[in-house]
């Protein structure tokens, strides 16, 4: 039981390039979700999902697409990567919207 | 909308020492309330959650939290820490409405003195 993973753990990018970040869970959870994390501002919604071929925006969605084409992958993607966009990347999943949600370790990527 | 506050931006304490971390949130109704832990490089960890019930909570590693509804806080305690304590702690809330379900504080950096 891996719980949930994320690829790549490390990417960097040069501005304008493009990339798909994969996020995987084995928990049969219903909700995925992704999140940013930078220095000081805690972690924000990025784009969440609340079942298999659903998605919806969260606090910061400008900048990204997201899909959800099986129940146990989220995608995140980057169709023209900004430097504001360098950040840790966090992929979570629960059974429910107010239930705990499990973490994957994180991408850290950066653009320059 | 709900809205979590850690005061504390960075806490040092002595390895043995009592620890307490603040959290306080904004929500109109009961909230669901976690408390998460990040060690560096890692991704975060539940230590505890609050859903209904007693309102002082056991978690993880010696940990514990207390809901106080009249204060709106709930609080992360632990009354002897480890060097290996050292990392950023997350509050969160949990809330009804569909969307914005989960908001995370802005977390508390801890760092443990030998």
């Known amino acids: 039981n891996a719980g949930v993973t994320q690829t790549p753990k490390f990417r960097v990018l040069k501005t304008g390039q493009s990339m798909t970040l994969l996020c995987a869970q084995d928990m049969n959870h219903e909700y995925m979700y992704w999140y940013r994390q930078d220095p000081g501002m805690g972690l924000r919604l990025i784009h969440y999902s609340v079942g298999e071929g659903t998605t919806a925006k969260g606090e910061v969605p400008d900048g990204y697409n997201v899909s959800r084409l099986k129940k146990q992958n989220f995608l995140l993607g980057l169709e023209s990567a900004a430097p504001s966009q360098t950040s840790v990347y966090f992929c979570?999943?629960?059974?429910?919207?107010?239930?705990?949600?499990?973490f994957g370790p994180g991408t850290r990527l950066t653009v320059l | 909308a709900q809205s979590v506050t850690q005061p504390d931006i960075h806490i040092t304490v002595s390895e043995g020492a009592s620890l307490e971390l603040r959290c306080n949130y904004s929500y109109g109704a009961t909230p669901y309330l976690f408390w998460y832990v990040q060690s560096p490089g890692q991704g975060l960890q539940l230590l505890l959650k609050?859903?209904?019930?007693?309102?002082l909570v056991q978690g993880i590693k010696g940990f514990e939290a207390e809901f106080k509804r009249s204060q709106s806080s709930f609080n992360l305690r632990k009354p002897s820490v480890h060097w290996s304590d050292a990392a950023e702690y997350f509050c969160?809330?949990?809330?009804?409405?569909?969307?914005?379900?989960?908001?995370f504080g802005p977390g508390t950096r801890l760092s443990v003195l030998p």
């Open positions: 969160a809330v949990g809330a009804q409405n569909y969307g914005q379900n989960f908001v």
């Open positions: 609050y859903f209904s019930g007693d309102t």
């Open positions: 979570a999943s629960s059974t429910y919207p107010t239930d705990t949600q499990y």
